[in-house]
């Protein structure tokens, strides 16, 4: 919908954290927000500033954003016309970096364009194709693994779906495998937000084995899709490949590239799931492989032995 922004505010805020929240970076129990209010025709929209106290994470922090948008974004913003809040992400297309403080304002400009429109903000956007999604949590470094596990369990009653854990030096290996005994079936990660360099993997490398039930069901569930592919190309298209020559001789290649890349990759990260290109490669040889079982059992039930075969005639 086509608005003015007629007027802009900047809202400071101090909140107090319920809990703290603690990453590698160190721990944070206060949190200082910006909000953006952006008005046109008496409607406001609201947008957030998700930068962080310190330019630890990235090189954006309160203090800074608000610079950005009080000396740039909101100057250039104010009084412009706009056809939808689509193009509000070219205010600041000039500076380098500061996309936390371009986002708040664009997306004070989304909200006020659903308002106007008198429609739900995502439906704007186009969304709607599911009812609920599916999302996760990030929890903090804690005090102890005793207080980490019942944290996570709360989270996983609460329906999330997916957890990721802050580790750091010093809160890393030993406290992802307690995590995995507790609850050896969700969906885990483990984020460091930067805190080791190339001299830690070694020790690292003791976290392999925490995603190796999830390497096992990966390959598990590539077999299935393997086969299933392999089947439909035998009934569709294996009469035609193998008129052509290229087909074998480059899908058996293909085979030892895969098995050699694959051995590579167990050799130094022990089962874990693929890379993307390597999942592709693999998928690739296991259907040519069972093209060609499959092909092999079926040439040897339909063919008839000789003295079986009837004869006709006088």
């Not at 740039?72 to 706009?82: F, K, M, N, S």
């Not at 990260?269 to 499959?294: D, S, T, W, Y």
Request: proline fraction near 5%.
């Amino acid at each position: 919908m086509r608005f003015s922004i007629e007027q802009i505010w900047l809202h400071w805020l101090e909140m107090p954290l319920v809990h703290f929240f603690e990453t590698s970076f160190g721990r944070t129990t206060h949190r200082r927000i910006i909000l953006v209010e952006v008005a046109s025709g008496g409607v406001s929209g609201w947008g957030e500033v998700t930068c962080g106290e310190h330019p630890h994470y990235n090189e954006e922090w309160t203090e800074g954003a608000w610079l950005i948008l009080r000396d740039y974004l909101v100057p250039e913003a104010l009084g412009r016309t706009l056809g939808s809040a689509a193009e509000a992400s070219r205010f600041g297309s000039s500076l380098r970096g500061h996309r936390m403080a371009r986002g708040g304002l664009e997306a004070a400009c989304w909200d006020l364009d659903a308002r106007l429109l008198g429609q739900p903000l995502w439906k704007v956007i186009g969304g709607g194709a599911r009812r609920e999604i599916p999302c996760g949590v990030s929890i903090g470094i804690q005090d102890t693994v005793e207080k980490l596990i019942e944290k996570i369990r709360t989270e996983l009653s609460a329906g999330y779906r997916r957890i990721k854990i802050k580790i750091k030096p010093g809160w890393d290996v030993n406290v992802v495998e307690a995590v995995r005994r507790e609850f050896p079936s969700i969906l885990l990660m483990a984020d460091a937000n930067s805190a080791y360099t190339l001299a830690d993997a070694g020790r690292l490398q003791a976290l392999d084995l925490s995603p190796s039930q999830s390497g096992v069901l990966w390959a598990i569930r590539l077999i299935i899709l393997g086969v299933a592919v392999a089947a439909v190309w035998q009934a569709v298209l294996a009469p035609w490949a193998r008129q052509h020559p290229v087909y074998r001789w480059s899908g058996w290649y293909l085979v030892l590239l895969a098995a050699l890349c694959a051995a590579l990759g167990i050799a130094r990260h022990g089962i874990v799931a693929p890379p993307p290109g390597l999942a592709l490669l693999l998928l690739a040889a296991g259907v040519f492989l069972a093209v060609e079982l499959l092909s092999m059992r079926v040439k040897n039930t339909s063919s008839t032995p000789p003295d079986e075969r009837s004869t006709f005639g006088a």
